[in-house]
């Protein structure tokens, strides 16, 4: 159980175009989900948090407009990288906790590495 | 500002004994403290979740220990195997935040 997909598992896209990625819990309802981006060999770096039907926490230096995350349903999560440049290049990898389960455990999805060229 | 410390540098030990990992914290107060399991190119894994009233955990092979006066875990896994080997992130919640360590590298011989 507690299974997080991520779509897709890898994408390179060219400067300047935008890039959308999926992060769906499979087999429970999401309380809420994270968003991540990790560097080589650093820790995860939490983007921005979602709760279902409203608008998405970032973080301190994540600029919403650059990176437009949608929560559409308790099963699902988006995040768009606009107008993407070579220094967006990174792993994304979301999470979501279970909404009949522990709250503070994260259930994370397989990661999505991002090469922008 | 809020810092976990987790040793950079990998953890190399032979096939069946304990691999011992630390997790040093300054500057915050958690309310939970996790343990997951990063393969290269993978998401996370969940494996322990301790609570700051609790000194001790265990899972099967996994072992967790949490001292909030020393602001320290301890991540033991006995008989450990080199299916073991990974890298090993260290979690800290408090209120409704998470914040990750760095990981710890184990490569367990066989």
């Known amino acids: 159980g507690a299974v997080v997909s991520q779509h897709p598992s890898w994408v390179i896209c060219k400067s300047g175009t935008s890039v959308k990625i999926e992060c769906r819990s499979l087999d429970f309802q999401a309380t809420t989900m994270f968003w991540y981006r990790q560097f080589p060999k650093q820790s995860l770096m939490l983007m921005a948090t979602?709760?279902?039907?409203?608008?998405?926490?970032?973080e301190q230096g994540v600029e919403k407009d650059k990176f437009l995350i949608n929560h559409a349903s308790l099963t699902l999560s988006t995040l768009t990288v606009t107008s993407a440049h070579p220094e967006d290049s990174s792993f994304y990898i979301c999470?979501?906790?279970?909404?009949?389960?522990?709250?503070?455990?994260?259930?994370f999805g397989p990661g999505t590495r991002l090469t922008v060229t | 500002s809020q810092k976990i410390e987790q040793n950079s540098e990998a953890l190399n030990i032979q096939e069946g004994k304990t691999a011992t990992l630390t997790c040093n914290y300054t500057n915050y107060s958690p309310a939970y403290l996790q343990w997951y399991r990063q393969d290269p190119g993978r998401g996370p894994v969940f494996l322990l979740l301790i609570r700051e009233n609790e000194k001790e955990k265990r899972k099967e092979r996994l072992k967790v220990t949490f001292d909030t006066t020393l602001k320290q875990s301890l991540f033991h896994i006995t008989a450990s195997q080199p299916a073991d080997s990974a890298t090993y992130l260290c979690a800290l919640t408090g209120g409704f935040k998470t914040i990750f360590g760095a990981g710890t590298r184990l490569f367990v011989k066989a």
């Open positions: 979602s709760n279902e039907g409203s608008k998405a926490t970032y």
């Open positions: 999470s979501a906790t279970d909404r009949d389960s522990n709250q503070y455990e994260q259930y």
